[in-house]
Antibody, heavy 119, light 109 residues
Framework: QVQLVESGGGVVQPGGSLRLSCAAS????????MHWVRQAPGKGLEWVAY????????WYVDSVKGRFTISRDTSKNTLSLQMNSLRLEDTAVYYC????????????WGPGTMVTVSS | EIVLTQSPGTLSMSLGERATLSCRAS???????LAWYQQKPGQAPRLLIYGASSRATGIPDRFSGSGSGTDFTLTISRLEPEDFAVYYC??????????FGQGTKLEIK
C-alpha cells in the first residue's frame, strides 16, 4: 500500500542543522509532487515546502526561505529536507505528504518526525 | 495571503447528531483547491474531502463538503464515536500557495 515514513528528527541547538528524510513506497514516486508540512506542539498545520515530480518547481513558506532545502532522490524513492540555521520556532512534528495532482491537496501523509530546537 | 478562518473553534455534539463545520476564506478560493482533513491525537492528518466536495478514497458517505467562493462547509451527517477529532480546511492558491485554517475541535457532549 501507499506509505510514507519520515526519519531524522531529534534535538538540536538554535543555529544548528538537521536533515529529514521520507521513504516512499507503494506508488510510482517519480510521478508525484511531494510536500513537507509541520505542526508545532499544540498548534495547527503549516505547509513548509513543495517539490514537483520533475523538480522544476520548488516552493517554500517565507519563514524558511534561505534556510531549508527540499530535494528528492528518485532512484531511492526518498524525499529530503535539509534544515539549517534552525530557530526555536522551527520546533514541530514534520510530516511528508504526497501531492494530490491537480487539486492542491495532500492525499497521503507519513506519521511524522519530531524536531526540537532547544538550548 | 489567503487566510482561512474556521468556526466554531470547538463544537460539542452527541452521537448520531449532524455536525456542520465552517471555513471562510479572506479571498475567493477555487472549489478545485479546497480540501478538508481530519486529525486525531498523536496521528497524522487524513484527507477527507478535496475539490470542495469530492470524498477521498475510503471516506464514509456521512462526510460531505460543499460551498464556493469564500464560504465552505464540512458536514458529518450522523456522528460516530470515531469522528471526534480536529478538522482542518486547506486551500491552494496565492502565495504562500498552501494555507490551512486554524482547526475546529469536534468533541463529544
Amino acid at each position: 500500500q501507499v506509505q510514507l515514513v519520515e526519519s531524522g528528527g531529534g534535538v538540536v541547538q538554535p543555529g544548528g542543522s538537521l536533515r529529514l528524510s521520507c521513504a516512499a513506497s507503494g506508488f510510482t514516486f517519480l510521478s508525484y509532487g511531494m510536500h513537507w508540512v509541520r505542526q508545532a506542539p499544540g498548534k495547527g498545520l503549516e505547509w513548509v515546502a513543495y517539490i514537483r515530480n520533475d523538480e522544476n518547481i520548488i516552493w517554500y513558506v517565507d519563514s524558511v526561505k534561505g534556510r531549508f532545502t527540499i530535494s528528492r532522490d528518485t532512484s531511492k524513492n526518498t524525499l529530503s529536507l535539509q534544515m539549517n540555521s534552525l530557530r526555536l520556532e522551527d520546533t514541530a512534528v514534520y510530516y511528508c505528504a504526497r501531492d494530490l495532482t491537480h487539486f492542491g491537496a495532500f492525499d497521503t501523509w507519513g506519521p511524522g518526525t519530531m524536531v526540537t530546537v532547544s538550548s | 495571503e489567503i487566510v482561512l478562518t474556521q468556526s466554531p473553534g470547538t463544537l460539542s455534539m452527541s452521537l448520531g447528531e449532524r455536525a456542520t463545520l465552517s471555513c471562510r476564506a479572506s479571498q475567493s478560493v477555487s472549489t478545485t483547491y479546497l480540501a478538508w482533513y481530519q486529525q486525531k491525537p498523536g496521528q497524522a492528518p487524513r484527507l477527507l474531502i478535496y475539490g470542495a466536495s469530492s470524498r477521498a478514497t475510503g471516506i464514509p458517505d456521512r462526510f460531505s463538503g460543499s460551498g464556493s467562493g469564500t464560504d465552505f462547509t464540512l458536514t458529518i451527517s450522523r456522528l460516530e464515536p470515531e469522528d471526534f477529532a480536529v478538522y482542518y480546511c486547506q486551500q491552494y492558491g496565492s502565495s504562500p500557495p498552501y494555507t490551512f485554517g486554524q482547526g475546529t475541535k469536534l468533541e463529544i457532549k
